[in-house]
């Protein structure tokens, strides 16, 4: 149940109607807009309604939230979109992320010389992964905490906030150590467990799609993150599985406004993983900023023909001004700009 408080309702108000909803055993997630302050009552819908909160000083009304997904939904922020704030860049609403780096972290030069790059062409966030999933048991599994103190090395030169990806529970501590933003891959979109105590490091999230995932699933899988308090969630579409052969997976950009109608989170588009190589990235990455993206995050390496991973998709260093430029045109035309410091 949402409980819509009325304009200028007084912290005790708020206060009393979260402890009324915990009594029950319910869960209370305050969302401050800017007028009004929701509180979404997360729990057994009817004994919500039973508690008469309608009648609790400061309440203006109470009322069901229709969807599955509650905290994610667009309803608890009556509108609005979630701006979130990571390393002193925005993300949602007017702006549009620009994260880009490596696959995967390799070795000190390859990871300085992309991040310089990177940050040179003005990008918004550094990827990189220090835990790779890959199909296969005998391929490059990641550097692992030398790839997160590159990472870490990499932040310090630039000043570019981490996006890394979290592929075990085991390595939360490493990870939470050196990321602004914990990755979940595609892989674990629904790893339940994963998703839970990556809430609960209250580091800012980007959640891939799932390689089968419905967004009604997608959407589900954010409340896992949501659920803990933690609000920096964003969501990313990486592509999926169809029947078609002509490329990795199918980029499906219509999860962009399907996903922006149903929910506050900024939405993520990765235009590398689909095409699977690099001459179709760059068109993705322009219709991923022309759909109304929150952003992208794209594979740039400083000499990809070296890459031990996703060779043949990652843009050069040499090429990645230039993209930039050209999605600065297409973010103007659709009222965003590319969030810097
Ligand atoms: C990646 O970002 O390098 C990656 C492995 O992505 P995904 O989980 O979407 O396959
Ligand atoms: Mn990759």
Redesign the pocket.
Known sequence: MMIVMKEGATEEEIAHVVERVEEIGCSAHISEGELLTVIGAIGDRGKVADLGLEGAPGVDHVTPISKPYKLASRETKQGADSVLEIGGRKVGGTNFALMAGP??VENRDQMLDSADAVADAGATML?G?AY??RTSPYSFQGLGREGLRLLSEARERTGLPIVT?LLDLRDIDDVVEVADVI?I????MQNYALLSEAGKSGKAVLL?RGLSASIEELLMASEYILKEGNENVML?E??IRTYETAYRFTLDLLAVPALKEQTHLPVIV?P??APGRRDWVESMSLAAAASGADGI?I?VHNEPEKAIC?AAQQVPTSEFQELTNKLETITSVIGKTISRA
């Open positions: 696959c995967t990827r992964g790779k999933p990806e990755q891959g595609a892989r674990n891939k990313c990486r592509g990765d590398s993983h995050i594979e996703d």
